[in-house]
């Protein structure tokens, strides 16, 4: 009885042992599909992922090792996505989603062009999303706020419209923002732009370049340029009225100095005149 229980208890930790080996020697699938998808909605010229192919997508890691460039892996998952300055084309697939253990994406110095996908939010460990320096068009995806990790979102330099989402600072963990030189309009949102002690959440630089923007922090700058543009005229006014002045007085000067060498000149001469 008792060889039989060893026997037992050796067999199901072989078979743990043969589980945990075939999950890291073999790719979620929904990893796969996410790989897949994201690949063949990409352009790439430069055949920088030359090595993204479907027989890699069915093995792309083994434990923390990662077959595929660009893609970090976490006890057999894809964690991270670094795909940056490749000069890649073409779209986000909604498919990304897929990568369900994904923490982080950067997709930026690209030229990825079409809408942010909303599905996006199925992300729910994602904390750093930077898709910067790109050709996004559309508005940012208000689902954006049910990545509930997220501590950074960049999207600067893009061509991005649209107000931005209220729901993104309800994102308490959310330390980096940046959204400038796109086409956004509206009112920046409160818990975006809120004061911690005598300083906005975010700064002003989050979001210039946008013309249709307004509110605060914007409105603070636009009053210490106007602030700024003002001295630069006073000082201006300033330094003109006092070369003026300076000029002046310097004439009255010579004048009184012109008059009183003249008038020694007349004396000179008037005593030196022969008396009839």
Known sequence: MAMSHRFSHQLLLLLIAVETARRLTSADPNDEACLKNLRQNLEDPARNLRNWTDSVFSNPCSGFTSYLPGATCNNGRIYKLSLTN????????????????????????????????????????????????????GEIPPQLALCAYLNVIDLHDNQLSGPIPQQLGLLARLSAFDVSNNKLSGQIPTYLSNRTGSFPRFNASSFVGNKGLYGYPLQEMMKSKGLSVMAIVGIGLGSGVASLMISFTGVCIWLRITEKKMAEDEGKISQSMPDY
Do not use: K, W
Request: glycine share 4%; aromatic share 4%.
């Open 86 to 137: 490749l000069s890649l084309r073409g779209s986000i697939s909604p498919f990304l989603s897929n990568c369900t253990n994904l923490q982080s994406l950067d997709l930026s110095s690209n030229q990825i062009s079409g809408d942010i996908p909303p599905e996006i939010q199925f992300l729910v460990n994602l904390a750093v999303l930077n898709l910067s320096l790109n050709r996004l068009s």
